[in-house]
């Protein structure tokens, strides 16, 4: 597996097999053989090296998506320490992350002024893209010896070759630092669970600051002498062209993107070459996972993969393999199991937290001893994400550990809600969540995105709902969007989306009582305070965001058929929550009945 090896000794292998062969592409520049790739490593590094660089630095890489930026990740991971930070950060968030990292060097373009600035305030050393790009473009050839000195400037397999940071939605981001043998293993791993060969080319769509970018398709590509198409920035306009363009045979992403790609594709009729479609980073709903295979009549495998992991841990098989709808595939490359809050392991079918161990998983976070005391177990690496495997040893998440609504006990998965809306014709994307309640601690909330040509209101997704979610878990709380709001990544961050959407708790002591209005109002606020146990209700409230259960309903139901003589449904009901529609409902029945 040549597990042991610097990454960049996998690219002089196939530079002395396949010289010619091409390795990096982009619309806007000539592909980039094995060979002069390996001419552009080694004229970048004796620059870096000249500039200062040593095996213990770390350099931050401040660059927008694109070839510049994989060849230099390459060359920095190799000789250095790579830190890749988002291009659209603020100067606060540059000032943060390069201070937390220590970093003595960054390489940013002329044109990020705010990483500039902070790196002026923090006393770092700057280089800039265009006097290394005037390097590499130099059309004398490296001299031997230089490819002899940057072997001798190779870091080891345990030395740390790229740190990113956690996401950090609820506490500080927490340093991940990955090194050679971590990216080596996971990298073989992804190679030979999609059957990569040399023959294969990866349309490269995920950003490069990012673990799913920089292994899942670039370095997985490259271990096995394939083809990386690096684009400058995801378009899904442009796609289309890329895949006309370049011929690639897979490509990789995030939900949110395989979404957007679809609407794009089903403007126009397509061609394309690709042989299989991946999904990671984020849970991909079994409705846009089976429009992606009838769109492009290709598989589509969700993956599962993490940071801390280097990546990949599990994926569903290629054909003829068996692929599970639902299902994040089997272990690849590393151990999984369910443990419990005992830190015992759970056995098959059976509920509780994600756990992995292998090469590819880190020892631990860096400078941070308590996030290692509570996210490590009996030599196991606690996921934060909950699930089972099958008897089959197929692994199913239900949700984010810290992304379960808890809803007056009731404990509600996310991606349980999200499907059962994204049945609904007219909705295109959705995320719910949990936002603050005064009485249940936690409602729930869903955000919508619907298609460009529908429409649909909140009450007929409501209602839409009761044919495939309890009552309880039905959204009392939903909002229309022109998008998600999403990470720099491109996944939803579900923990924080009440915030962003501006969703705060309501003092329920601070609204307007609103008291009956007539006799049938009075019937039955008194029919709900005795069946909910409450003394006081307001006649606007709404019986869900009240805490309201299914069985509730039913007794309400019988009791307004016993004091009315009308006869209701649970659809009836659920379409006029509060005491005051009930009341006019139940007026409505009784003219009807009278007349």
């Known amino acids: 597996m040549g597990n042991n090896q610097n990454i960049i000794k996998s690219i002089f292998r196939y530079a002395e097999m396949s010289p010619n062969a091409q390795a990096i592409l982009c619309t806007d520049e000539s592909p980039l053989t094995?060979?002069?790739?390996?001419?552009?490593?080694?004229?970048?590094?004796?620059?870096?090296?000249?500039?200062?660089?040593?095996?213990?630095?770390?350099?931050?890489?401040?660059?927008?998506?694109?070839?510049?930026?994989?060849?230099?990740f390459i060359t920095i991971a190799g000789i250095a320490t790579c830190a890749p930070l988002n291009p659209r950060y603020t100067y606060d968030e540059y000032k943060f992350y390069l201070s937390d990292l220590k970093a003595k060097f960054i390489i940013l373009d002329d044109g990020i002024t705010s990483a500039i600035e902070a790196a002026k305030e923090l006393g770092l050393n700057i280089l800039y893209l265009s006097d290394l790009r005037s390097v590499w473009r130099a059309k004398e050839?490296?001299?031997?010896?230089?490819?002899?000195?940057?072997?001798?400037?190779?870091?080891?397999?345990?030395?740390?070759?790229?740190?990113?940071?956690?996401?950090?939605?609820?506490?500080?981001?927490?340093?991940?630092?990955?090194?050679?043998?971590?990216?080596?293993?996971?990298?073989h791993n992804i190679a030979s669970s999609l059957k990569l060969t040399n023959r294969d080319c990866?349309?490269?769509?995920?950003?490069?600051?990012?673990?799913?970018?920089?292994?899942?398709?670039?370095?997985?590509?490259?271990?096995?002498?394939?083809?990386?198409?690096?684009?400058?920035?995801?378009?899904?306009?442009?796609?289309?062209?890329n895949l006309k363009e370049f011929s690639p045979t897979w490509y990789s992403a995030v939900p949110s993107m395989h979404q957007a790609i679809l609407v794009?594709?089903?403007?126009?009729?397509?061609?394309?070459?690709?042989?299989?479609?991946?999904?990671?980073s984020a849970a991909l709903p079994p409705q846009v996972l089976a429009e992606l295979e009838s769109f492009f009549e290709v598989p589509v495998l969700e993956a599962y993969g993490m940071t801390e992991a280097s990546h990949q841990m599990a994926v569903n098989p290629l054909p003829p393999g068996n692929r599970k709808i639902g299902s994040v595939g089997r272990a690849a490359g590393c151990e999984i199991a369910i443990m419990d809050q005992q830190d015992q392991i759970l056995g098959l079918d059976q509920m509780g937290e994600i756990?992995?161990?292998?090469?590819?998983?880190?020892?631990?976070?860096?400078?941070?001893p308590a996030a290692n005391a509570s996210n490590y177990s009996n030599g196991w690496f606690r996921t934060g994400d909950q699930g089972y495997l099958d008897l089959e040893g197929y692994l199913y998440i239900n949700s984010r550990i810290k992304e379960l609504i808890n809803r007056g006990g009731e404990k509600i998965s996310p991606r349980e809600v999200d499907e059962a809306i994204l049945r609904h014709p007219a909705v295109l994307q959705v995320a719910s969540f949990g936002y603050p309640h005064p009485t249940m601690g936690e409602d729930v909330a869903a955000v919508i995105v619907k298609h460009p040509d529908k429409q649909v209101n909140e009450k007929e997704i409501r209602k839409f709902l009761?044919?495939?979610?309890?009552?309880?878990?039905?959204?009392?709380?939903?909002?229309?969007?022109?998008?998600?709001?999403?990470?720099?990544?491109?996944?939803?961050?579900?923990?924080?989306?009440?915030?962003?959407?501006?969703i705060i708790a309501v003092d329920s002591h601070a609204l307007e009582h609103k008291n009956p209005a007539n006799e049938e109002e009075k019937v039955i606020a008194e029919?709900?305070?005795?069946?909910?146990?409450?003394?006081?209700?307001?006649?606007?409230?709404?019986?869900?965001?009240?805490?309201?259960?299914?069985?509730?309903?039913?007794?309400?139901?019988?009791?307004?058929?016993?004091?009315?003589?009308?006869?209701?449904?649970?659809?009836?009901?659920?379409?006029?929550?509060?005491?005051?529609?009930?009341?006019f409902l139940v007026q409505e029945r009784l003219k009807l009945v009278n007349n």
């Open 355 to 368: 756990v992995i161990r292998g090469e590819n998983v880190i020892k631990g976070y860096e400078n941070n």
């Open 202 to 241: 990866c349309l490269n769509v995920m950003p490069l600051f990012h673990i799913h970018g920089l292994v899942g398709g670039l370095l997985s590509s490259l271990v096995t002498g394939g083809s990386v198409v690096c684009i400058r920035g995801f378009d899904p306009q442009l796609f289309y062209q």
């Open 466 to 502: 009761t044919a495939y979610l309890a009552n309880y878990k039905i959204p009392s709380k939903i909002i229309f969007a022109n998008e998600i709001p999403k990470g720099p990544t491109g996944k939803i961050q579900r923990v924080s989306l009440a915030e962003k959407l501006g």
């Open 527 to 583: 029919i709900w305070g005795e069946v909910m146990e409450l003394q006081k209700i307001s006649t606007d409230e709404d019986f869900f965001s009240l805490g309201g259960n299914s069985i509730q309903v039913m007794q309400i139901l019988a009791r307004i058929h016993e004091e009315t003589s009308v006869l209701l449904t649970f659809e009836d009901f659920f379409n006029s929550a509060t005491v005051e529609a009930l009341s």
């Open 141 to 187: 050839k490296p001299e031997d010896h230089l490819q002899e000195k940057l072997m001798q400037s190779f870091t080891g397999s345990d030395d740390t070759a790229l740190v990113l940071h956690t996401s950090g939605t609820t506490a500080r981001p927490k340093i991940v630092p990955l090194t050679h043998r971590n990216l080596n293993y996971s990298m």
């Open 264 to 280: 794009q594709g089903k403007k126009g009729s397509i061609s394309h070459s690709l042989r299989f479609i991946r999904s990671s």
């Open 34 to 72: 094995y060979h002069q790739l390996l001419n552009s490593i080694s004229k970048i590094a004796d620059k870096l090296i000249q500039s200062g660089v040593n095996k213990k630095d770390r350099i931050a890489l401040v660059l927008k998506d694109g070839p510049e930026m994989a060849k230099l």
